[in-house]
């Protein structure tokens, strides 16, 4: 019996004014954010997101966050020098997690080939959960793919061309943003939610005893 890694959906929750993070960050209104959040390792493949940055150096509406401690921020930080388009953030307290998540507008989730079904990413829970459209470096038939073709775009890993063309396309949409971050919605109340998840457990639990 499966039970999947949950989220607290009343903790974790689209929020109807603009995050704090924005004005906080001095980000305009109109700019379009794609946030990275969470651990800055060798298993994210994360180099792809300053390759995209790159490739879309002519969209001044469009902001790569970068948030997170790890191995490879120090190396991304490196190759990020002289991108106006890309800010790091440090690791911020739980406290500002959903506040964080809903700076988005677009959810970044970058995978090596060789990690891509390895494990279900802790973090796609809270990306899904604010109502935010994903963008994953994945195949279709992994785990994490069949989840984020719903209420994302998939690419394939490592195609830093195929990553910025999607990231291009859903800044150029904000209503299919919102079709897609209600659909990510919806997906994380039905099947991440934290008192679903443990009362599921429950009742297997008390299945188990009775037997």
């Not at 994210?44 to 948030?67: H, P, Y």
């Not at 994903?134 to 690419?155: F, M």
């Not at 679903?196 to 188990?208: D, K, M, N, P, V």
């Amino acid at each position: 019996i499966l039970f999947p890694n949950w989220v607290d959906t009343q903790a974790i929750k689209p929020m109807a004014e603009v995050s704090a993070l924005r004005p906080e960050l001095g980000i305009p209104d109109a700019t379009v954010v794609a946030l990275y959040s969470g651990n800055l390792g060798t298993k994210q493949g994360l180099e792809i997101l300053v390759q995209a940055a790159q490739r879309l150096l002519d969209r001044k509406d469009l902001l790569f966050v970068i948030c997170g401690a790890g191995g490879e921020r120090q190396t991304l930080q490196t190759q990020a020098q002289g991108l106006g388009n890309m800010r790091f953030l440090p690791l911020q307290p739980v406290q500002r997690l959903n506040a964080l998540l809903n700076l988005a507008d677009i959810h970044l989730l970058p995978q090596r080939k060789d990690a891509e079904d390895l494990v279900m990413p802790s973090k796609l829970t809270g990306m899904l959960a604010s109502g935010k459209p994903v963008i994953a470096t994945t195949q279709p038939d992994t785990q994490v793919g069949k989840v984020v073709s719903g209420c994302g775009i998939l690419v394939r890993p490592g195609d830093a061309a195929g990553f910025a063309a999607a990231i291009r396309q859903l800044a150029d949409s904000p209503p299919r943003r919102q079709a897609l971050g209600a659909r990510a919605r919806r997906f994380a109340e039905t099947h991440l939610d934290k008192e679903r998840i443990l009362g599921s457990l429950e009742t297997q639990l008390l299945a188990f005893a009775r037997r």
